[in-house]
């Protein structure tokens, strides 16, 4: 591809897939999340949340995404921006509070409990709108939330998740991590989908080639749009010029794409799942390691990037064999 094309040519196809108005747009967009429970515990909630902006200063727009509500009573902001109820209790509040009040809100509702002796817990998933879920930690702070509560709050936050992470720092790892899954499922679609046209043999003889070389700009894309969207909720304003700054870890992008079509080549129908999990892990390798460095000040060395994608790629393939078994029924 690169020698096709020649390194300015692909930059150029893959900087037509990199829209910083969108990311600037999704930077704005506005969110709640409602408050409410033991008085004292929502005022450390919304503390700890609205830490970590530079110089401890609190932006207006992030002050505003919480509100303490009273449950039964009208909300005094625009409903539509609400996407989740956090009820903050004591061991024994959770059970004697009738939340059963909060479902007209048609919100997902987190019910924490604050226990210092019981073990931190909470479902696997987050609830429903509409609903509850339970959840029990140790303290209210970043380490006792971040498994559960913190990861289950982003995912309630569909559409407006670079916002959140903008706005509520300590959510930061937990957005990167979702928009980093987000990615690698899409990048793994483009592959999966290439390989299955390169497999067709009149299809694939006409646009084997072409398909191959869309593919790779069209992942590459992906992961340029994962970085700036990442860091856009670490708080960094979309810059295509910093992309220059991880372009080795994008490109080890390419050598696994390049490796999967050689697989592809010599084993035909399992190559196809083999190239989605490369394009899969690859793009987990990008996002994690952008994370990594906005999070620690350095990047990962290649040990830790390779354990990564060992870790994502056994659950990537199976993903992509479940992608070709639903094709194939199709």
């Not at 996407?83 to 007209?104: K, N, T």
């Amino acid at each position: 591809m690169a020698t096709a094309y020649g390194a300015k040519d692909l930059f150029k196809m893959v900087r037509s897939h990199v829209d910083t108005r969108a990311v600037t747009a999704h930077v704005r967009k506005p969110f709640r999340f409602l408050l409410c429970g033991d008085p004292a515990l929502i005022a450390a909630f919304r503390g700890l949340l609205l830490s970590g902006h530079p110089d401890d200063v609190v932006p207006l727009d992030a002050a505003q995404c919480l509100e303490t509500i009273v449950p039964g009573r009208p909300l005094e902001s625009d409903p539509s921006e609400a996407r989740a109820v956090v009820f903050l209790g004591r061991r024994g509040d959770a059970a004697g509070a009738d939340l059963s009040v909060l479902a007209p809100l048609k919100l997902p509702i987190l019910a924490v409990t604050v226990d210092p002796d019981a073990p931190g817990s909470g479902p696997a998933a987050p609830p429903a709108p509409g609903t509850s879920a339970q959840y029990v930690v140790p303290a209210l702070d970043r380490e006792a939330l971040r498994g559960r509560v913190f990861a289950h709050l982003v995912a309630c936050s569909k559409g407006v998740e670079i916002a959140v992470g903008r706005r509520l720092p300590p959510l930061r790892e937990a957005v990167a991590a979702k928009l980093t899954r987000d990615a690698a499922s899409s990048a793994l679609k483009v592959s999966v989908a290439s390989a299955v046209v390169d497999h067709i043999p009149l299809v694939g003889i006409v646009l084997g080639a072409l398909a191959s070389a869309g593919d790779m700009v069209a992942i590459t894309g992906i992961q340029l749009m994962l970085l700036l969207h990442v860091e856009a909720a670490y708080g960094k304003d979309p810059d295509v010029q910093r992309v220059w700054q991880i372009l080795p870890v994008i490109g080890g992008g390419f050598g696994w794409r390049a490796l999967a079509r050689e697989l592809s080549g010599f084993v035909p129908v399992a190559g196809i799942p083999i190239k989605g999990a490369i394009a899969y892990a690859g793009t987990i390798v990008v996002g994690e390691s952008v994370t990594f460095f906005l999070e620690h000040g350095h990047h990962m060395n290649k040990a830790e990037a390779a354990q990564i994608f060992e870790r994502t790629k056994k659950d990537a393939m199976q993903f992509a064999r479940d992608a070709i078994s639903r094709f194939r029924k199709n």
